[in-house]
């Protein structure tokens, strides 16, 4: 079920055309584009924010998940709660006034006292339900609180003038000089329609206070107290919708940027093989063209198994190797149980691309990188060492890399406080990054295997340099 969208602007009337921008507040006050700028995106009726509505369809369903938001109140819950909760105070008073003529001994019958109160009470019940909608639709503002005020008295007064009417209409009113009860509009002696004024002006007199405080008020303070937590629960959607989506757009312009910063650095090392070695450049650019096969399956992904990304990061290590051939040694130790471990896509390759860069590289007769991985208390343990000058070389730019700043960023927006990524320089000399993330599994089925074949070494899979195609 889905509510009809307004077809004209409240302000001009002037009539929507399908797909026109329209502009609602949080009860579904409608503008068009040029009032919602002229009340300065503000509803003049409310004072709530006017919000572009999603476009109308033609021809088209909406599809009920799009946009999740609050539901409105529907109207008939409204009836139904008056009702329910009148009747059941008019049942409670007729037993307490019953009980209280009885102690005072001048006792009434239960049916007569429910009568009474029945028609003092329940008479309320038809008229809760548009002050609901009064105060609901125009609620009380500071910036308009004198025009408030007078709205709301002059809407308590026609509230127990109606409620003095419907009275009339159901019960008897007490004549203190006949000493009964008499209708206000008919004669029974008489058999003929005769007006009480005085009677319904005395009735009247005596009840506004008490209708207008002891009801009215209580009525309307409860309908702001509703409208405010709808309010706050709209509000708190659309942050969430907003924090979701600036949060995947954060994680696209990172994941953008790496692309970017590892193409470059590759397409410089086939640049500069094309000197030395046009058979090697050739088989890069060989190598690349997979790689970026890779990256347009992945296209739009943030989140892959473990294995998947150690096979990207494999295959970029293949183009590695032709530059650097027998220079670089390459171990991947990793525990079994973490080939399934979910990990953000592009997580190691800046990583490995910084140990070949400013470890591997810097050493003449090469240089090793280290890729471990296992899982220690619920947690996915990653690191990326190399043997290289360490972090106190002053020609290496370890700490202030795009792609290491781009990885703790992307890891900052997915886990929040749930993550950490640390440089530490051994005694022995190089550089070991250090990730740790929670721990959450895919189902085997699904994940990639391992492009190479793994040797038994201490119940983790190990692939050495060797290995490597």
């Known amino acids: 079920m889905h509510l009809e969208m307004k077809t004209r602007c409240e302000k001009c009337a002037h009539a929507f055309a399908p797909g026109e921008d329209a502009y609602i507040c949080s009860y579904e006050c409608t503008f068009c584009q040029a009032c ?47 009702f329910g909760v009148w009747t059941v105070v008019s049942v409670l008073a007729t037993f307490t006034i019953y009980e209280f003529e009885r102690m005072r001994g001048t006792p009434m019958s239960v049916l007569s006292t429910a009568a009474l109160e029945f028609s003092q009470i329940l008479t309320y019940a038809p008229l809760t339900p548009l002050v609901f909608a009064l105060a609901i639709r125009f609620p009380f503002r500071l910036g308009k609180w004198w025009k408030r005020c007078l709205l709301y008295l002059a809407g308590g007064v026609l509230f127990s003038a109606a409620h003095i009417a419907l009275r009339t209409l159901i019960h008897p ?28 002006e005395s009735l009247f007199v005596l009840n ?31 942050t969430s919708q907003l924090q979701a989506q600036l949060a995947k757009a954060q994680l696209q312009a990172l994941k953008s940027q790496l692309q970017p910063h590892f193409l470059f650095n590759t397409l410089h090392s086939i640049s500069t093989l094309m000197l030395m070695d046009v058979h090697a450049a050739d088989r890069m650019m060989t190598r690349l063209s997979d790689l970026l096969r890779m990256i347009l399956e992945d296209a ?11 096979e990207f990061v494999n295959c970029y290590l293949e183009i590695e190797k032709v530059r650097f051939e027998e220079r670089l040694t390459v171990v991947v130790d990793v525990a079994p149980e973490t080939l399934d471990a979910l990990v ?68 900052e927006t997915l886990y929040g406080q749930n993550q950490s990524l640390e440089l530490q320089s051994p005694p022995e000399g190089g550089v070991v990054v250090q990730i740790h993330i929670p721990l959450q599994l895919q189902n085997r089925d699904d994940a990639p295997a391992l492009p190479s074949t793994p040797d038994a070494e201490g119940g983790h899979v190990v692939l050495r340099e060797a290995q490597l195609p």
């Open 36 to 82: 919602a700028a002229n009340a300065h995106h503000t509803c003049p009726n409310c004072g709530g924010e006017l919000l572009r509505r999603p476009r109308r369809i033609v021809g088209a369903a909406v599809p009920a998940a799009t946009a999740p938001t609050l539901r409105p109140t529907r109207s008939w819950l409204i009836w139904a709660v008056s």
């Open 344 to 411: 953000p896509h592009l997580l190691l390759q800046p990583l490995v691309d910084n140990a070949v860069k400013h470890g591997v590289s810097k050493r003449t007769e090469g240089g090793e990188v280290r890729i471990t991985a296992a899982a220690r208390d619920g947690e996915l343990e990653l690191q990326v060492a190399d043997n290289g000058a360490g972090l106190h070389a002053p020609e290496t730019p370890w700490t202030h890399g795009l792609g290491l700043r781009a990885t703790r960023e992307r890891l």
């Open 208 to 238: 506004i206070v008490d209708d207008i405080t002891g009801t009215y008020l209580p009525i309307v303070l409860v309908a702001h107290a509703v409208s405010y937590y709808r309010g706050l629960r709209e509000r708190e959607l659309r």
């Open 173 to 200: 009113i007490w004549d203190p000089d006949a000493k009964q009860y008499i209708w206000a509009f008919w004669n029974s002696a008489a058999h003929v329609i005769h007006m009480r004024w005085d009677l319904i």
């Open 300 to 310: 739009g992904t943030q989140i892959t198994t473990l294995s998947r990304e150690l």
